[in-house]
Nanobody, 115 residues
Framework: QVQLVESGGGLVQPGGSLRLSCAAS????????MGWYRQAPGKQRELVAA???????NYADSVKGRFTISRDNAKNTVYLQMNSLEPEDTAVYFC?????????WGQGTQVTVSS
């Protein structure tokens, strides 16, 4: 089993920044692909960004150039640096870990972008 705990969410004004963290514990391995997803009210959960064990990344078009995903395998932690936040980024953000048929989710952290 793998446990994922997100932190760093909160309320921020448009144009502001937040940094989310996801700490993994249990049977986590550096081979896991780590990702961030988000779900806004009334919408489906969507991929925001993902990073492989070799640090290859991919991003949703809506966040390219504004968000950066990174990982520290020694700390079993993945980060999401979010800059130039927009009201449309408001959602619950979930950490995800997957490898082969194994998929794990965190409980989520709320991000609200509002003036």
């Amino acid at each position: 089993q793998v446990q994922l705990v997100e932190s760093g969410g909160g309320l921020v004004q448009p144009g502001g920044s937040l940094r989310l963290s996801c700490a993994a514990s249990g049977r986590i391995r550096s081979t896991y692909v780590m990702g961030w997803y988000r779900q806004a009210p009334g919408k489906q959960r969507e991929l925001v960004a993902a990073i492989t064990s070799g640090s290859s990344t991919n991003y949703a078009d809506s966040v390219k150039g504004r968000f950066t995903i990174s990982r520290d395998n020694a700390k079993n932690t993945v980060y999401l640096q979010m800059n130039s936040l927009e009201p449309e980024d408001t959602a619950v953000y979930f950490c995800n870990a997957r490898w082969a048929t194994f998929v794990y989710w965190g409980q989520g952290t709320q991000v609200t972008v509002s003036s």
